[in-house]
């Protein structure tokens, strides 16, 4: 049996990644996202188990300490992290998986996965993504002003990742990251 491939795509807030994920899972439903983990409150709109598992920080530091995640991090105040169990699971029935990190927890599941596949998708420029974080409506100017100085840092690591896709046009990095999900030389 052939075993699946782990697809790590991490960016930027507000740089569009879960809905170039969505595009890519539209075009090709053989592939598997995982749910991530978190203490942080819905948004509006938000489903447990489809957007994320949201969890107390209680059942989070249960799971962390029991070795239930594959990584975790804290982001702006919040705990996240990926489930391994589904994770290893699906993959080790031949399904790639997409998985939608920020750059700590990258850096954290590379010691776990090393044979995991990592791109990171970059703003056309920080004043866009800028834009686009502010346009969301759903964090206060404070919140947006910490994103925005994580993410000057995380644009600076793109060079750690195998493949780095400028989301400019949805379309285009959609049809860029499927190309490149499907090179499994890459």
């Given at each position: 049996?052939?075993?699946?491939?782990?697809?790590?795509?991490?960016?930027?807030?507000?740089?569009?990644?879960?809905?170039?994920?969505?595009?890519?899972?539209a075009?090709?439903?053989?592939?598997?996202?995982?749910?991530?983990?978190?203490?942080?409150?819905p948004?509006?709109?938000?489903?447990?188990?489809?957007?994320?598992?949201?969890?107390?920080?209680?059942?989070?530091?249960?799971?962390?300490?029991?070795?239930?995640?594959?990584?975790?991090?804290?982001?702006?105040?919040?705990?996240?992290?990926?489930?391994?169990?589904?994770?290893?699971?699906?993959?080790?029935h031949?399904?790639?998986?997409?998985?939608?990190?920020?750059?700590?927890?990258?850096?954290?599941?590379?010691?776990?996965?090393?044979?995991?596949?990592?791109?990171?998708?970059?703003?056309?420029?920080?004043?866009?993504?800028?834009?686009?974080?502010?346009?969301?409506?759903?964090?206060?100017?404070?919140?947006?002003?910490?994103?925005?100085?994580?993410?000057?840092?995380?644009?600076?690591?793109?060079?750690?990742?195998?493949?780095?896709?400028?989301?400019?046009?949805?379309?285009?990095?959609?049809?860029?990251?499927?190309?490149?999900?499907?090179?499994?030389?890459?």
């Amino acid at each position: 049996m052939t075993t699946g491939s782990l697809i790590v795509v991490a960016g930027p807030s507000g740089v569009g990644k879960g809905t170039l994920i969505q595009k890519v899972l539209a075009q090709d439903p053989s592939l598997w996202l995982s749910v991530s983990a978190t203490t942080r409150a819905p948004r509006p709109g938000e489903v447990d188990g489809r957007d994320y598992v949201f969890l107390s920080e209680s059942e989070f530091a249960r799971l962390v300490e029991s070795g239930g995640f594959l990584e975790s991090a804290e982001f702006a105040g919040n705990y996240y992290g990926t489930p391994a169990l589904p994770v290893l699971e699906k993959i080790s029935h031949g399904t790639d998986v997409l998985l939608e990190i920020d750059l700590q927890g990258v850096r954290q599941l590379r010691d776990n996965m090393p044979g995991a596949r990592t791109v990171f998708v970059a703003p056309p420029s920080e004043e866009e993504l800028a834009t686009r974080l502010a346009g969301r409506g759903t964090e206060d100017a404070a919140t947006i002003a910490r994103r925005m100085a994580v993410a000057h840092e995380e644009l600076q690591a793109a060079g750690e990742f195998d493949c780095v896709i400028v989301n400019a046009d949805i379309d285009t990095a959609a049809e860029q990251l499927l190309a490149w999900i499907h090179n499994r030389t890459a």
